[in-house]
């Protein structure tokens, strides 16, 4: 939109660099072109504004094939006006000379005549055309059949536009129906899946197989490795009591070999032993009874206070021992009159 200011009555205009300008003072063009700027007196003034850069028109309509679905196109166009004073006179691109902005709706305009032009030709392509087949090839079909229309319709070029591209963005059909062709598909690729399923188990079994196919066998290695280690075993026990018993037997001899030394020699020490036992005993027997008779013979020629004496002293050595004795008079004279009764006596 064209930038529009007041100064003392008059109007300044200036417009943005894609904008065609085309200023009328009393019928007669004072300024045409793009970009401009200038004063202009608002009574005798006609101002159009004709944008001149690429322009994208999106649509979106409903089409019927020739097997009556009804399929939905998604296109964007982008077209440019290429002649402004063209279009400026075929539609109306006036502007307010106070404010610059558009009296009329001249995009809208353009943008009913693109759309019903190239709603026209793919609606007359579909019709002749099968659903299958459309949603195979119909995309390009209908954006080569939108562009050729478009660009051969005499208003669009009597208008000063230029159809630059057109794009089919989608084509698709109503929401049942996609649904049942795409169930065809989905069988498919699950019956796809599924195979690939059972082929991944059958792959599983055998590889299981395989694995239960090792075990077993090392199973049955590991059992006939055992069974040698008890044959062997039981040998080695065999010999090891065999070596034993050998052993046994040696220390057997041995020991009663020992024995039978060690017995014949206690009984040769124990016969010369009681030989000289039995001398040594008399010996001792003849010298005690001597010894007895010297003393029987010594004691029945002794003093008898002498014996009583030896006999006091022979009491003494057996008495314990006495710390501490404490004679009383009585006592005293006791023992004193009884010392001296037998020698008064004699």
Do not use: C
């Not at 009574?43 to 089409?63: C, G, I, N, Q």
């Amino acid at each position: 939109m064209a930038d529009i200011t007041r100064r003392f009555g008059l109007r300044h205009l200036r417009a943005v660099p894609t904008a065609h300008i085309r200023h009328l003072d009393r019928g007669k063009v004072a300024h045409d072109g793009t970009g401009l700027a200038f004063w202009f007196r608002p009574l005798t003034a006609a101002l159009s504004e004709v944008p001149v850069d690429d322009r994208e028109l999106a649509m979106l309509f409903h089409a019927r094939t020739a097997d009556f679905q009804d399929v939905t196109v998604q296109a964007t166009l982008t077209y440019r006006i290429t002649e402004p004073a063209t279009a400026a006179a075929r539609v109306d691109f006036g502007i307010d000379p106070d404010t610059g902005a558009w009296r009329a709706a001249p995009l809208d305009q353009i943008a009913t005549l693109l759309t019903e032009t190239a709603q026209q030709h793919a609606l007359g392509l579909l019709a002749r055309t099968p659903l299958a087949a459309a949603l195979v090839d119909g995309v390009s079909t209908v954006r080569d059949r939108m562009a050729a229309g478009l660009a051969s319709e005499p208003r669009i070029t009597e208008t000063g536009l230029a159809v630059i591209a057109v794009r089919v963005v989608a084509l698709r059909p109503e929401p049942e129906v996609e649904r049942a062709l795409r169930t065809p598909a989905r069988e498919l690729v699950q019956q796809e899946a599924d195979r690939a399923t059972f082929e991944r188990r059958a792959v599983a079994v055998e590889h299981e197989r395989g694995i239960a196919e090792n075990e077993l066998a090392n199973r049955i290695e590991l059992a006939r490795r055992e069974k040698q280690l008890i044959t062997q075993q039981g040998a080695n026990a065999r010999l090891q009591a065999e070596d034993e018993a050998v052993a046994d037997r040696v220390r057997a001899d041995a020991e009663a070999g020992r024995r039978t030394r060690l017995a014949t020699a206690e009984a040769e020490a124990a016969r010369a032993l009681s030989g000289a036992e039995a001398d040594a005993a008399r010996a001792l027997g003849e010298a005690k009874a001597a010894a007895e008779a010297a003393w029987l013979a010594a004691h029945q020629q002794a003093d008898p206070a002498v014996l009583r004496a030896l006999a006091l002293m022979r009491l003494a050595e057996h008495l314990p021992r006495i710390d501490s004795v404490t004679l009383t008079p009585d006592l005293l004279s006791g023992l004193l009159a009884k010392l001296a009764g037998p020698a008064g006596e004699r």
